[in-house]
C-alpha cells in the first residue's frame, strides 16, 4: 500500500487532472448510469409480469401505452402488422430520468459498453506518449552527459525513468477502471434484461392486447367449435371402443373360468355319477361364450359405424374447406373488380374536368 501511495505521490498535478476528468469521472458516472438503466428496466418487466399475470391495465408503463395508441391508430389487418418491428421502434425511444435528465436507454447502454475500450484506449494512448518523449529525453542525455562521470549520468537519467513510470502509472489506473466498468456491465447485465422486456411486451400484445382490440373473424370461430366438436367426438368414440372392447373380454375370461370350472369338476368326481352335471356346465358356458361373442359382434358394427361417422365428417370438412377457397376466390374477384371500376370512374371523371375545362374556356371566349 505505502508502495501505491508513493508511486501515486510521482504523479504532477496536470497528469492527476488529467486522469480524473478522462479516466475516473467518467467511470463514475459510467456506473450510475449502468445502475439507473438496469433498474429501470427491471422495473419495466416487473410492470409487465403482473400486467400479463392479470393486473389492472392502469398500472402500465409509459411504453406500454404508447405501444397501445400506435396500434389503435393503426387501420389495417393486425395479422399483417409487423408486431416486432412497432416494439422496437417504441424501446428505442424509451427514456429514464437521472437526477432530473432525461436519457435514452439505447444511448446510455451504448455508452456503457464502449466505454471500457475507449478507457483502454486512453491508457496506452498515455503509456506509449509518455515512452515516447522519454526516449527523446534519454537520447539528449546520452549524447550530453560525460560516461566517466558515473554520478551525473545516473542523476540525469533518473529523471527520464520517473518519467516512463508516470505513463505507465497512468495506464495501469485506466486499465483499473476499464476492468472495474466490465465487471459492472456483467453484474447489471442490460442486454438480457433488454432481451426480455422485448419478449414480454411481444407476448402482451400479441395474446392479451391485440385479441381484446379486435375479436376473431367468423369463420375462425366455425373452425375452431369444429375442431372442438371434432376432438370430443373421437374421444367419445375412443371412451365407447374401448369399454365394449373390456366388457367383452371381461365376459369371455368369465366363460372361460367356468367351463375351466367345469372340466376341473368332471376331472375330480367320477364319470358316471357327474356327467350330466358338467354337460349341464358345459351348455351354461357355450351359451355364455356364444352372448359374449355376440356382444363382441355389436361392438364391432359400432366401431364400423362409427367409422362411417367419422369419414362423413371428414367429407364435411373437406367440403367446408372447399366452400371457404370458393368464398375467398370469389372475394379476391370482387376487389379486382372494384379495382377496375374505380380506375373506369376516375378516368371518366378526367373526361368529364376536362369537357367542364373545356367549356368553361369556352364561356371565358365568348
Request: with cysteine; net charge neutral.
Amino acid at each position: 500500500m505505502q508502495q501505491i501511495f508513493s508511486a501515486i505521490a510521482l504523479l504532477p498535478p496536470f497528469l492527476i487532472f488529467i486522469s480524473i476528468i478522462l479516466v475516473i469521472l467518467p467511470t463514475i458516472i459510467a456506473i450510475l448510469l449502468r445502475y439507473s438503466l438496469y433498474r429501470h428496466l427491471r422495473d419495466l418487466e416487473h410492470s409487465l409480469r403482473r400486467l400479463l399475470s392479470g393486473a389492472s391495465q392502469e398500472e402500465a408503463p409509459r411504453i406500454v401505452r404508447k405501444l397501445q395508441q400506435r396500434f389503435q391508430q393503426t387501420n389495417s389487418n393486425f395479422e399483417q402488422v409487423n408486431t416486432t418491428a412497432i416494439i422496437g421502434g417504441a424501446y428505442s425511444q424509451e427514456k429514464f430520468d437521472w437526477f432530473g435528465l432525461s436519457l435514452n436507454c439505447e444511448s446510455v447502454n451504448y455508452f456503457s459498453r464502449i466505454l471500457p475500450n475507449l478507457l483502454l484506449a486512453f491508457g496506452l494512448l498515455g503509456t506509449f506518449l509518455g515512452i515516447t518523449i522519454n526516449l527523446a529525453n534519454l537520447s539528449q542525455t546520452i549524447t550530453q552527459i560525460d560516461i566517466t562521470d558515473v554520478a551525473s549520468l545516473v542523476g540525469q537519467l533518473n529523471q527520464p525513468l520517473r518519467g516512463m513510470g508516470i505513463a505507465f502509472i497512468s495506464s495501469l489506473i485506466a486499465i483499473a477502471c476499464s476492468a472495474l466498468l466490465t465487471v459492472i456491465n456483467l453484474q447489471w447485465n442490460t442486454s438480457t434484461t433488454r432481451l426480455a422486456l422485448l419478449n414480454l411486451l411481444e407476448d402482451y400484445i400479441d395474446n392479451i392486447f391485440l385479441p381484446q382490440l379486435q375479436p376473431p373473424h367468423p369463420l375462425s370461430e366455425a373452425i375452431d367449435r369444429f375442431n372442438r366438436d371434432f376432438g370430443t367426438l373421437l374421444h367419445k368414440l375412443g371412451y365407447t371402443i374401448e369399454e365394449a372392447i373390456t366388457n367383452s373380454f371381461s365376459r369371455i375370461e368369465h366363460s372361460a373360468n367356468i367351463f375351466q370350472q367345469a372340466a376341473s369338476t368332471l376331472e375330480q368326481s367320477r364319470f358316471p355319477e357327474k356327467l350330466s352335471s358338467a354337460t349341464t356346465d358345459l351348455a351354461i358356458a357355450q351359451n355364455q361364450f356364444s352372448q359374449s361373442s355376440l356382444v363382441l359382434q355389436k361392438s364391432t358394427q359400432s366401431f364400423e359405424y362409427t367409422l362411417d361417422s367419422m369419414q362423413k365428417l371428414s367429407r364435411k370438412f373437406i367440403e367446408m374447406s372447399e366452400e371457404i377457397t370458393s368464398i375467398n376466390q370469389k372475394y379476391t374477384t370482387l376487389i379486382e373488380l372494384n379495382k377496375r371500376k374505380n380506375v373506369t370512374e376516375e378516368a371518366s371523371l378526367k373526361e368529364i374536368k376536362a369537357e367542364l375545362a373545356r367549356l368553361v374556356a369556352q364561356m371565358k371566349g365568348m
